[in-house]
Protein backbone atom coordinates (compact mmCIF):
# COMPACT_ATOMS: atom_id res chain seq x y z
CA UNK A 1 0.00 0.00 0.00
CA UNK A 2 2.67 2.24 0.77
CA UNK A 3 4.03 2.24 -2.62
CA UNK A 4 0.56 3.86 -3.79
CA UNK A 5 1.45 7.65 -1.90
CA UNK A 6 3.81 9.40 -4.09
CA UNK A 7 1.30 7.84 -7.16
CA UNK A 8 -1.83 9.42 -5.71
CA UNK A 9 0.18 12.21 -4.39
CA UNK A 10 1.16 13.07 -8.19
CA UNK A 11 -2.58 12.79 -9.05
CA UNK A 12 -3.55 14.94 -6.98
CA UNK A 13 -1.47 17.54 -8.10
CA UNK A 14 -1.68 16.97 -11.23
CA UNK A 15 -5.37 17.31 -10.79
CA UNK A 16 -4.67 20.77 -8.66
CA UNK A 17 -2.68 21.84 -11.78
CA UNK A 18 -5.52 21.09 -14.17
CA UNK A 19 -8.26 23.18 -12.33
CA UNK A 20 -5.51 26.06 -11.22
CA UNK A 21 -4.11 26.42 -15.04
CA UNK A 22 -7.19 27.71 -16.71
CA UNK A 23 -8.21 29.91 -14.19
CA UNK A 24 -4.92 31.80 -14.04
CA UNK A 25 -5.07 32.43 -17.75
CA UNK A 26 -8.77 33.11 -18.02
CA UNK A 27 -8.36 36.03 -20.29
CA UNK A 28 -11.43 36.20 -22.80
CA UNK A 29 -9.86 36.62 -25.90
CA UNK A 30 -13.21 37.57 -27.74
CA UNK A 31 -13.48 40.46 -25.29
CA UNK A 32 -10.33 41.26 -25.18
CA UNK A 33 -9.78 41.31 -29.31
CA UNK A 34 -13.25 43.81 -29.39
CA UNK A 35 -11.79 46.23 -26.76
CA UNK A 36 -8.25 46.26 -28.71
CA UNK A 37 -10.27 46.84 -32.60
CA UNK A 38 -12.63 49.89 -30.34
CA UNK A 39 -9.19 51.51 -29.47
CA UNK A 40 -7.46 50.86 -32.79
CA UNK A 41 -4.82 48.79 -31.59
CA UNK A 42 -4.35 46.86 -35.15
CA UNK A 43 -3.09 49.53 -36.36
CA UNK A 44 0.14 49.50 -35.36
CA UNK A 45 0.41 45.86 -34.20
CA UNK A 46 -0.65 42.42 -35.42
CA UNK A 47 -1.20 39.33 -33.71
CA UNK A 48 2.11 37.76 -35.42
CA UNK A 49 2.93 40.47 -37.09
CA UNK A 50 4.71 43.91 -36.82
CA UNK A 51 3.63 46.83 -37.71
CA UNK A 52 4.63 50.06 -36.86
CA UNK A 53 4.78 48.25 -33.16
CA UNK A 54 5.96 44.95 -32.30
CA UNK A 55 3.73 41.26 -33.13
CA UNK A 56 1.85 40.90 -30.07
CA UNK A 57 3.22 37.42 -29.72
CA UNK A 58 6.82 38.71 -29.74
CA UNK A 59 5.56 40.45 -26.63
CA UNK A 60 4.41 37.64 -25.23
CA UNK A 61 7.68 36.06 -26.03
CA UNK A 62 9.33 38.86 -24.53
CA UNK A 63 7.68 38.60 -21.16
CA UNK A 64 7.26 34.89 -20.87
CA UNK A 65 7.94 33.97 -17.06
CA UNK A 66 8.13 37.41 -15.66
CA UNK A 67 6.24 38.22 -12.76
CA UNK A 68 5.93 42.02 -13.57
CA UNK A 69 4.50 41.77 -17.02
CA UNK A 70 1.02 42.12 -15.69
CA UNK A 71 1.95 45.50 -14.57
CA UNK A 72 4.66 46.49 -16.92
CA UNK A 73 1.78 46.44 -19.97
CA UNK A 74 -0.52 47.85 -17.46
CA UNK A 75 1.74 51.03 -17.05
CA UNK A 76 2.62 51.12 -20.61
CA UNK A 77 -1.28 51.18 -21.95
CA UNK A 78 -2.27 53.74 -19.28
CA UNK A 79 0.35 55.97 -18.83
CA UNK A 80 1.75 57.75 -22.42
CA UNK A 81 4.90 56.37 -21.95
CA UNK A 82 7.37 56.53 -24.97
CA UNK A 83 7.60 54.09 -27.66
CA UNK A 84 9.92 53.42 -29.97
CA UNK A 85 8.45 53.46 -33.51
CA UNK A 86 9.59 51.18 -35.99
CA UNK A 87 11.55 54.09 -38.09
CA UNK A 88 12.89 54.51 -34.78
CA UNK A 89 11.01 57.40 -33.68
CA UNK A 90 9.48 58.55 -30.47
CA UNK A 91 6.22 59.53 -29.44
CA UNK A 92 4.01 58.45 -26.59
CA UNK A 93 2.08 55.23 -26.86
CA UNK A 94 -1.77 55.56 -27.34
CA UNK A 95 -3.80 55.50 -23.78
CA UNK A 96 -6.08 53.35 -24.52
CA UNK A 97 -9.63 53.87 -23.82
CA UNK A 98 -11.25 51.38 -21.45
CA UNK A 99 -14.57 51.05 -19.52
CA UNK A 100 -12.72 49.58 -16.48
CA UNK A 101 -9.22 48.55 -15.05
CA UNK A 102 -10.31 44.76 -15.37
CA UNK A 103 -11.09 44.71 -19.09
CA UNK A 104 -7.48 46.61 -19.79
CA UNK A 105 -6.37 43.68 -17.84
CA UNK A 106 -8.26 40.97 -19.69
CA UNK A 107 -6.60 42.83 -22.73
CA UNK A 108 -3.12 42.12 -21.12
CA UNK A 109 -3.31 38.82 -20.08
CA UNK A 110 -4.84 37.89 -23.68
CA UNK A 111 -1.67 38.90 -25.31
CA UNK A 112 0.39 37.41 -22.54
CA UNK A 113 -1.21 34.29 -23.54
CA UNK A 114 0.04 34.49 -26.95
C1 LIG B 1 0.32 54.57 -33.32
C2 LIG B 1 0.79 53.18 -33.21
C3 LIG B 1 0.37 52.38 -32.01
C4 LIG B 1 -0.90 52.17 -31.53
C5 LIG B 1 -2.21 52.75 -32.03
C6 LIG B 1 -0.78 51.23 -30.44
N1 LIG B 1 0.53 50.88 -30.24
FE1 LIG B 1 1.26 49.53 -28.91
N2 LIG B 1 3.15 49.98 -29.45
C7 LIG B 1 3.51 50.81 -30.49
C8 LIG B 1 4.96 50.88 -30.58
C9 LIG B 1 5.75 51.68 -31.60
C10 LIG B 1 5.46 50.03 -29.57
C11 LIG B 1 6.93 49.74 -29.22
C12 LIG B 1 7.31 50.49 -27.97
C13 LIG B 1 8.77 50.35 -27.62
O1 LIG B 1 9.30 49.24 -27.73
O2 LIG B 1 9.39 51.36 -27.27
C14 LIG B 1 4.29 49.47 -28.89
C15 LIG B 1 4.37 48.57 -27.85
C16 LIG B 1 3.28 47.89 -27.32
C17 LIG B 1 3.36 46.80 -26.39
C18 LIG B 1 4.65 46.21 -25.81
C19 LIG B 1 5.17 47.04 -24.69
C20 LIG B 1 6.42 46.47 -24.08
O3 LIG B 1 6.66 46.76 -22.89
O4 LIG B 1 7.14 45.71 -24.74
C21 LIG B 1 2.08 46.42 -26.13
C22 LIG B 1 1.61 45.30 -25.21
C23 LIG B 1 1.21 47.29 -26.88
N3 LIG B 1 1.97 48.18 -27.58
C24 LIG B 1 -0.16 47.22 -26.84
C25 LIG B 1 -1.00 48.12 -27.49
C26 LIG B 1 -2.43 48.16 -27.29
C27 LIG B 1 -3.22 47.23 -26.40
C28 LIG B 1 -2.90 49.16 -28.07
C29 LIG B 1 -4.32 49.68 -28.18
C30 LIG B 1 -4.85 50.25 -26.97
C31 LIG B 1 -1.76 49.73 -28.78
N4 LIG B 1 -0.63 49.09 -28.37
C32 LIG B 1 -1.84 50.76 -29.69
C33 LIG B 1 2.65 51.50 -31.32
C34 LIG B 1 1.26 51.57 -31.18
New binding site residues.
Given amino acids: MRSHAPVSLAATVAACLMILAPAAQAADADAAQAL?RQ???F???GVDKAK???A?KE?AA?YKGKAEAQQ??FI??TTGE?????DEHEEE??I?KSPDAAKTKN?IDW?LSL
Fill in positions: ANNCRCHDGPWVKKLHLKAKFAHKILI
